[in-house]
């Protein structure tokens, strides 16, 4: 239980280019994991480990290592989770922050609280991860640290306590004055960092320092009582240890949000970033018991962070290793889990056997033989698991809250480029749906086509990479073609005789009816049998119904289905001998063909529901696009700071639009789309739909 104390589980998060990978790559180097600092622009950073990570420059997908950090005496075990900072891989945030304990988000000291750090943000509200911030990028040109702890505050509405005050900024950034021990520090360049010098308190910052180390210990105090009767009796009598185990118990509490400062790629702060870590984030101790649901009584139970509890866990991730297959990536919430042993997999109901297990370091594993509460492993050998997968004690089964996550918002088809790799593609595009739950994939009933879905454009364009190299399939991608409907105008009266003799039995059937679209509401056939007498038989009349239900998958203009019609059978007649149901059907199908060409035929396009969450300021871009796309909005209401647009919008004009949207509103726009009706195009759009066809 002292190691688990020990143990801290944290991701850093932020905004895209804040330095994450720059900053985990430090603390591998100061922690002894690597011996060389690896840089991102040289494509060499360890937890980029991805070819496209590397050429990009960018994260893709979260990387989890260990390392440990000595500190008063005590050493430390953090897994850390770098996850990545784009708005198309939010799902690896999501994901990674619905297992950790704790979160270092990093801030820009130029670009200050961004989109994605908005975003991220959120996320960490949703699961109340406690974090530390830490301003990075201090020696860049512009880097401002006050005015980010202002953004903090205003923008994100959280609680930001300066625990340092930076020394100098932009070129001559060169130290911390640590306010919580009230001493300054630097760091020695040609050491990369790693050796750190105590230095006076410049002269120019003593009033500073004064000021915020005041607002800190009066900040303290107010949260203890205990603190604040020391403070009124004596200001000075509250000790260094007392203003860590008060910030400490804000922090874990969610109170406030410690605030440090450095410059990753130049090597300062990362020391004093890991000391924070270990003092202010919590051991998987200090958050509460998880709690979970019994299949067999649907009771909500607890399990407690400890090794001799019944074993619980969640798959977070699942990804697919060349050599030794798919990994899942869990976190343990109670007990031990051995390789070799059976666990139950409560998502699917069956007991599985975990053959391997191993702890990561970036897309390196290291096999353990077993793994405690609170840590976060990886495990080989299950057959059916999917992200978010609670994997458990088979005498004590639980199923922990799974992970949701948002909806794809863009699409696109895709097609093999040889027949030969049909199979191959559809392999692969399964393996990928498998490890990311933002990716989907589905083929068109009516188009036939391979339609795959995710986050942006650049997310599947990021996979289309991978297809083709991992999976080797060459494959081309464009835009879905749109699903029209087809409509009738007019009301006809049509009249058809179907003969056909073969020398023996023949065929035979007549039919006279009207067609007119369907009454309003009615969707798909509208069958109204008015033959009197016995013209017609019962099992005839049902023959010409399926006839013309069959007949309307393919209307008159373009081939699309017919979305509605009404027919009303007035008349009709058949041979004793040479009429069968087959011939009634046929009949009926050759006559709505030709009829349905009377009747002014036209094209509906798909109409989508959509809602645009934009910032205020961009709200006139972002409705003028609309305007331009066809849309007709119904409502814009305010909430806090955001504008809901809820809009009908045709689907063909949405193809790319979260990318336009994104740049409209410098990556703070949001859309969510769904299907509403069929609508007939205006004039000008339609003469265009058919020309394009040569039917015009």
Same mark, same amino acid.
């Given at each position: 239980?002292?190691?688990?104390?020990?143990?801290?589980?944290?991701?850093?998060?932020?905004?895209?280019?804040?330095?994450?990978?720059?900053?985990?790559?430090?603390?591998?180097?100061?922690?002894?994991?690597?011996?060389?600092?690896?840089?991102?622009?040289?494509?060499?950073?360890?937890?980029?480990?991805?070819?496209?990570?590397? %050429?990009?420059?960018?994260?893709?997908?979260?990387?989890?290592?260990?390392?440990?950090?000595?500190?008063?005496?005590?050493?430390?075990?953090?897994?850390?989770?770098?996850?990545?900072?784009?708005?198309?891989?939010?799902?690896?945030?999501?994901?990674?922050?619905?297992?950790?304990?704790?979160?270092?988000?990093?801030?820009?000291?130029?670009?200050?609280?961004?989109?994605?750090?908005?975003?991220?943000?959120?996320?960490?509200?949703?699961?109340?991860?406690?974090?530390?911030?830490?301003?990075?990028?201090?020696?860049?040109?512009?880097?401002?640290?006050?005015?980010?702890?202002?953004?903090?505050?205003?923008?994100?509405?959280?609680?930001?306590?300066?625990?340092?005050?930076?020394?100098?900024?932009?070129?001559?950034?060169?130290?911390?004055?640590?306010?919580?021990?009230?001493?300054?520090?630097?760091?020695?360049?040609?050491?990369?960092?790693?050796? =750190?010098?105590?230095?006076?308190?410049?002269?120019?910052?003593?009033?500073?320092?004064?000021?915020?180390?005041?607002?800190?210990?009066?900040?303290?105090?107010?949260?203890?009582?205990?603190?604040?009767?020391?403070?009124?009796?004596?200001?000075?009598?509250?000790?260094?240890?007392?203003?860590?185990?008060?910030?400490?118990?804000?922090?874990?509490?969610?109170?406030?949000?410690? =605030?440090?400062?450095?410059?990753?790629?130049?090597?300062?702060?990362?020391?004093?970033?890991?000391?924070?870590?270990?003092?202010?984030?919590?051991?998987?101790?200090?958050?509460?018991?998880?709690?979970?649901?019994?299949?067999?009584?649907?009771?909500?139970?607890?399990?407690? @962070?400890?090794?001799?509890?019944?074993?619980?866990?969640?798959?977070?991730?699942?990804?697919?290793?060349?050599?030794? /297959?798919?990994?899942?990536?869990?976190? =343990?919430?109670?007990?031990?889990?051995?390789?070799?042993?059976?666990?139950?997999?409560?998502?699917?109901?069956?007991?599985?056997?975990?053959?391997?297990?191993?702890?990561?370091?970036?897309?390196?594993?290291?096999?353990?033989?077993?793994?405690?509460?609170?840590?976060?492993?990886?495990?080989?050998?299950?057959?059916?698991?999917?992200?978010?997968?609670?994997?458990?004690?088979?005498?004590?089964?639980?199923?922990?809250?799974?992970?949701?996550?948002?909806?794809?918002?863009?699409?696109?088809?895709?097609?093999?480029?040889?027949?030969?790799?049909?199979?191959?593609?559809?392999?692969?595009?399964?393996?990928?749906? #498998?490890?990311?739950?933002?990716?989907?994939?589905?083929?068109?009933?009516?188009?036939?086509?391979?339609?795959?879905?995710?986050?942006?454009?650049?997310?599947?364009?990021?996979?289309?990479?991978?297809?083709?190299?991992?999976?080797? =399939?060459?494959?081309?991608?464009?835009?879905?073609?749109?699903?029209?409907? #087809?409509?009738?105008?007019?009301?006809?009266?049509?009249?058809?005789?179907?003969?056909?003799?073969?020398?023996?039995?023949?065929?035979?059937?007549?039919?006279?009816?009207?067609?007119?679209?369907?009454?309003?509401?009615?969707?798909?056939?509208?069958?109204?049998?008015?033959?009197?007498?016995?013209?017609?038989?019962?099992?005839?009349?049902?023959?010409?119904?399926?006839?013309?239900?069959?007949?309307?998958?393919?209307?008159?203009?373009?081939?699309?289905?017919?979305?509605?019609?009404?027919?009303?059978?007035?008349?009709?007649?058949?041979?004793?001998?040479?009429?069968? %149901?087959?011939?009634?059907?046929?009949?009926?199908?050759?006559?709505?063909?030709?009829?349905?060409?009377?009747?002014?035929?036209?094209?509906?396009?798909?109409?989508?529901?959509? #809602?645009?969450?934009?910032?205020?300021?961009?709200?006139?871009?972002?409705? /003028?696009?609309?305007?331009?796309?066809?849309?007709?909005?119904?409502?814009?209401?305010?909430?806090?700071?955001?504008?809901?647009?809820?809009?009908?919008? @045709?689907?063909?004009?949405?193809?790319?639009?979260?990318?336009?949207?994104?740049?409209?509103?410098?990556?703070?726009?949001?859309?969510?789309?769904?299907?509403?009706?069929?609508?007939?195009?205006?004039?000008?759009?339609?003469?265009?739909?058919?020309?394009?066809?040569?039917?015009?």
């Amino acid at each position: 239980m002292e190691s688990l104390e020990l143990t801290r589980n944290i991701g850093i998060m932020a905004h895209i280019d804040a330095g994450k990978t720059t900053t985990t790559e430090r603390i591998l180097y100061y922690t002894g994991k690597n011996y060389k600092i690896g840089e991102v622009h040289d494509g060499a950073a360890t937890m980029d480990y991805m070819e496209q990570e590397q %050429e990009r420059g960018i994260t893709i997908t979260s990387a989890a290592t260990t390392v440990f950090w000595k500190k008063d005496d005590n050493t430390y075990k953090i897994n850390i989770i770098d996850t990545p900072g784009h708005v198309d891989f939010t799902v690896e945030v999501e994901r990674s922050l619905r297992v950790l304990d704790g979160a270092v988000a990093l801030f820009c000291a130029v670009g200050g609280v961004e989109p994605q750090s908005e975003t991220v943000w959120r996320q960490a509200n949703k699961y109340a991860v406690p974090r530390i911030s830490y301003v990075n990028k201090m020696d860049r040109m512009g880097a401002d640290y006050f005015d980010v702890i202002k953004q903090i505050s205003t923008k994100l509405g959280a609680n930001p306590i300066p625990l340092q005050i930076p020394i100098g900024a932009e070129d001559t950034f060169r130290g911390i004055v640590d306010l919580v021990e009230n001493k300054a520090y630097e760091w020695d360049e040609e050491s990369n960092g790693a050796i =750190v010098r105590e230095i006076p308190i410049p002269e120019d910052l003593i009033d500073t320092v004064n000021e915020y180390r005041l607002k800190l210990i009066e900040g303290v105090a107010e949260e203890r009582e205990d603190l604040l009767e020391k403070y009124i009796e004596d200001e000075n009598s509250i000790t260094t240890s007392d203003i860590i185990s008060a910030i400490r118990e804000a922090t874990i509490s969610l109170k406030i949000t410690p =605030v440090l400062c450095g410059s990753s790629f130049r090597n300062k702060g990362v020391q004093r970033l890991l000391d924070a870590v270990a003092m202010y984030l919590p051991s998987p101790l200090d958050k509460p018991a998880i709690v979970g649901t019994n299949p067999k009584n649907d009771k909500e139970e607890e399990r407690k @962070p400890n090794a001799d509890e019944p074993f619980a866990g969640l798959i977070f991730k699942i990804t697919t290793d060349p050599f030794v /297959g798919k990994l899942a990536f869990f976190r =343990v919430y109670s007990g031990t889990l051995k390789a070799g042993s059976y666990v139950w997999n409560a998502t699917s109901g069956r007991k599985e056997r975990v053959s391997r297990i191993f702890e990561m370091h970036a897309n390196k594993q290291t096999a353990i033989e077993e793994i405690t509460a609170g840590n976060i492993g990886v495990l080989i050998g299950m057959k059916d698991m999917v992200t978010g997968t609670t994997i458990c004690d088979e005498q004590h089964p639980i199923v922990l809250e799974s992970i949701q996550f948002p909806e794809p918002v863009i699409s696109i088809a895709v097609e093999p480029k040889t027949q030969d790799d049909i199979d191959k593609l559809a392999n692969s595009l399964q393996k990928l749906a #498998e490890e990311d739950p933002t990716f989907r994939v589905n083929t068109s009933e009516e188009t036939g086509q391979t339609i795959i879905s995710g986050m942006g454009e650049l997310h599947l364009d990021i996979l289309l990479d991978r297809i083709r190299r991992e999976f080797h =399939v060459a494959c081309n991608s464009g835009n879905p073609i749109v699903s029209y409907r #087809e409509a009738l105008k007019d009301t006809v009266t049509h009249h058809e005789i179907y003969k056909k003799q073969t020398g023996g039995k023949g065929q035979f059937a007549e039919l006279e009816f009207e067609i007119s679209p369907a009454d309003e509401g009615t969707k798909g056939l509208q069958f109204v049998n008015e033959v009197k007498g016995g013209n017609l038989t019962k099992e005839f009349v049902q023959a010409a119904q399926r006839g013309f239900e069959k007949a309307m998958s393919n209307g008159p203009l373009l081939g699309y289905p017919v979305l509605n019609a009404k027919i009303v059978l007035k008349d009709g007649s058949y041979h004793s001998v040479d009429s069968d %149901e087959m011939s009634f059907e046929i009949c009926a199908n050759k006559a709505f063909k030709a009829a349905a060409k009377k009747t002014s035929p036209t094209l509906l396009e798909p109409i989508m529901k959509a #809602e645009i969450i934009t910032p205020d300021e961009y709200l006139g871009n972002v409705t /003028g696009d609309l305007n331009r796309r066809r849309a007709v909005v119904e409502n814009i209401s305010a909430k806090v700071g955001l504008q809901h647009i809820k809009v009908k919008v @045709p689907l063909a004009e949405m193809f790319g639009y979260i990318t336009n949207l994104r740049s409209l509103t410098s990556g703070r726009g949001n859309m969510s789309m769904e299907f509403s009706n069929y609508a007939e195009p205006p004039a000008n759009i339609l003469k265009d739909l058919l020309s394009k066809w040569k039917l015009f």
